[in-house]
């Protein structure tokens, strides 16, 4: 009976100490984990700073080249914003009607005083020349007729043969004939000048601003109240500028 109780006392302590055990195992099992898990997490986030180093760049020798001394001046550029304000600003105008038939210039570009900017169309002008010059020379030889009229009636009345009255009024048709005549050779020179105005010169040196019309644009003479004001009515606009302007594009 006695060694029945100690076998039994000795099963519950072995039984105690086997459950005492296993606690312990999985603490330290559970503890390992934890440890792990936290261990790999550190190293996620902390493993770039112990990084190696990228290495040192390299230096590259420049190349150095000896040249003569000279002495110059040397210029000084001051990069800023402002505006450029010409000396002269021309607005060139038509001073006769007509299409435009060619433009010789681009917009920018330098232009000598003088220098050919546009062309309208010249023939009606070159018509109305020549039909002037035609009554020119009618009315002329019209003149020249009185004229001749106009002596034999003064021989015929210094011989007393014709009244002088008609004497007097043959030369009053002279007179009316050379006003004629005066009034044609002016209708030419009318002529002549707007078959110039069919060539649009520029009345400056200078750089041509905005082209205004394009080839082909029928464009009317301007009046004499806008081409006095400045207005920006015309075919294009020059600018004149004092000394050289260096121009960035």
């Known amino acids: 009976m006695p060694n029945f109780r100690f076998h039994m006392l000795l099963a519950d302590k072995t039984n105690l100490c086997g459950k005492r055990t296993l606690r312990w195992v999985k603490a330290i099992a559970l503890f390992l ?3 792990v898990v936290l261990g790999v997490a550190g190293w996620e986030i902390f493993k770039d700073r112990f ?14 080249k000896a040249a003569p001394v000279s002495q110059q001046n040397v210029p000084a550029i001051l990069p800023a914003l402002g505006t450029v304000q010409s000396i002269d600003t021309v607005n060139v105008t038509p001073r006769v009607n007509g299409r435009i038939e060619a433009i010789y210039f681009k917009q920018g570009d330098e232009v000598a005083k003088g220098q050919n900017l546009f062309l309208i169309n010249p023939r009606p002008y070159q018509a109305a020349l020549e039909q002037a010059q035609g009554q020119l020379a009618h009315d002329k030889a019209t003149l020249a007729e009185a004229k001749t009229d ?16 008609t004497a007097e009024d043959q030369r009053y048709v002279v007179s009316q004939d050379e006003g ?8 030419v020179a009318n002529a002549e000048l707007n078959l110039r105005y069919c060539h649009i010169n520029s009345p400056i040196a200078g750089r041509t601003g905005a082209l205004q019309v394009d080839l082909g644009n029928y464009v009317q003479a301007a009046s004499a109240q806008q081409s006095s004001a400045a207005s920006t009515t015309g075919t294009a606009t020059i600018e ?10």
């Open 33 to 35: 984990g934890i440890a």
């Open 51 to 64: 990084a190696p180093a990228p290495p040192a760049p390299v230096a590259v020798a420049v190349p150095v």
């Open 150 to 165: 106009l002596a034999r009636y003064q021989m015929l009345l210094a011989e007393n043969s014709i009244a002088r009255q």
């Open 180 to 187: 004629t005549v005066n009034q044609d050779e002016a209708n």
């Open 240 to 249: 004149r500028f004092y000394g050289p302007i260096k121009w960035y594009r």
